[in-house]
Each structure stands twice: as structure tokens, then as C-alpha cells.
């Protein structure tokens, strides 16, 4: 699905339009009553027609620094898995800028704001955790029979810990759950909550980005 196509949506909602007067609209518009069926010029003709009628694309939010926040259904989501990939010395950008590019690529749009349908986001969520799957080993939905796997974050941590000191066992965990409890104050792995899990992450993510510099 294009920007455009995306914006089109955002504006039949913002507009309040019914489905049978969205549709006699953008025939009113083009002669077509589907935004798929267009060609570029006539979705753009169809998003000046809404402005003309009181849309407003809305802006990103900033954060305190002026950049712009990631907006979005999967926004989040998405974050997520880069800043993984990022503590995994997996993606050299931490950037923002770096994960649209990277759903760009993926989806043809230009911001996850224009991710609307699960879809588009799914094939770029899709393609995030099979990279992180096939350059660190982290099986998404996997707990390979332990509990305390059922969270992403320990998944990647464990991936982490991996990278670091070479262990292979999840059962002979040497070190690291001592090194989990020191960062956590939590003396079971099934006890530690995300942020938790993201504490653990982003120092596991400084020394391995470390051994790489």
C-alpha cells in the first residue's frame, strides 16, 4: 500500500465518511471507487479534494531535542525489534531515521505512520525478526521449554549473552543469571518484567557494540 493510499484512509476517517459516501466521492473524483484502483495522480487529486474539505495530515509529535517520534499503529513495535537489533550488533543506526528507511524498503512507505493494515506492517515486522533470527539466533515464540523465554526480551538477551561469552547450554546458564539478578535486583529470571528485560538489553547492547568498535 502507497503514502497516498494510506493518506486516504487517514482522511476518510478524519472526515467522518460513511463507506458508501467514501466510495460515491472518489467516484464523484476519478470515476473509481477504490483508492487501489487509481493511478498517482488521481489518489493526489482525490487528497486535494479532502484538504479542500477540511483534512489535515497530522504532524509527527518531537521529542525534547526536536526530532521527530516514530507515530503509528506498529510504531512501537517496530522500535522494539530495531533497538534489538541494535543491542545484537545486528543494525549499525539506532536512529529513528534508520527504521523508516528500513520500512521503506519493505512496504514502499515512507514513514510507519502509513502503516495501517496489518499486512504492510507484518511484512516489515516479519522481515526485522527474520534478520534478527538469522544473524543472532533469536526464535521469536520459541521457549524451547523454559518459562522464563516467554518474553522477547529474554530472548534477546540470551541471544546477547551468547555473542559475549560463547554458551550454548540454556540449561547451564554460567554467569549469566547472576549478571541478569545483579542488573535487575530479581532473583528469578520469570520475575523480571520488560523494562527489566530492556535494562539487561541495552548493557549487554553497549559491550558488544564495544567489542565491535
Known sequence: MSASIAAIHVA???LGLDDDTYRAKLAW???KQSARDMTEAEREKVLTVFRNEGFRPASAPRRADGR?????KYAKKLQALWIAAWNLGIVRERDDKALVAFVKRQTGLDHTRFLVY???????????KGWIKREAGVSY?????????SADGAKVAWAQWKILSGA??????????????????KAVLQDITGAGWQIVMNHFGEQIRAGKR
Do not use: C, H, M, P
Request: a positive charge.
Open 12 to 14: 476518510k476517517k478524519q
Open 141 to 149: 515464540g520459541n521457549t524451547n521449554g523454559q518459562e522464563w523465554l
Open 118 to 128: 496489518a499486512d504492510d506492517a507484518n511484512s516489515a515486522i516479519g522481515a526485522l
Open 68 to 72: 521527530q517520534k516514530l507515530t503509528g
Open 29 to 31: 473524483i476519478t470515476g
Open 168 to 185: 550454548t547450554s540454556l540449561i547451564v546458564r554460567k554467569g549469566f543469571d547472576a549478571e541478569v539478578v545483579r542488573l535487575t535486583g
